[in-house]
């Protein structure tokens, strides 16, 4: 399964910014998508996510600020982000957790990542 992201750029803080990330394909079950973030210097942190029919997680740093959806029809997951802020500039990269339908084998699946800069 390819992940595949949008919506990254560079935005004022205070602005807003809309990334998408859809697993195209069959034959899969996905249980979790979520979005992570790396900044330079720094380890991958989570950001937000979300079970299948479950309830959203978020990092305390954003709480209030961004929101996760997912499009279930679709297989994507959305991050809504309001109010940036300058620290909020890293890669942000999707993840999904799949189950095979056929094996059941689970396996992390991670998208190619998208710059999100906030100038101040």
């Known amino acids: 399964v390819q992940l595949v992201e949008s919506g990254g750029g560079l935005v004022q803080a205070g602005g807003s910014l809309r990334l998408s990330c859809v697993a195209p394909g069959s034959g899969f079950v996905i249980n979790l998508m979520a979005w992570y973030r790396q900044a330079p210097g720094k380890e991958r942190e989570l950001v937000a996510s979300i079970p299948t029919g479950g309830v959203a997680n978020y990092a305390d740093s954003v709480k209030g600020r961004f929101t996760i959806s997912r499009d279930y029809d679709k297989s994507t997951v959305y991050l809504q982000m309001n109010d940036l802020k300058p620290e909020d500039t890293a890669v942000y990269y999707c993840?999904?957790?799949?189950?095979?339908?056929?094996?059941?084998?689970?396996?992390?699946?991670w998208g190619q990542g998208t710059q999100v800069t906030v100038s101040s």
């Open positions: 993840n999904a957790q799949i189950a095979a339908v056929v094996s059941g084998a689970i396996r992390n699946y």
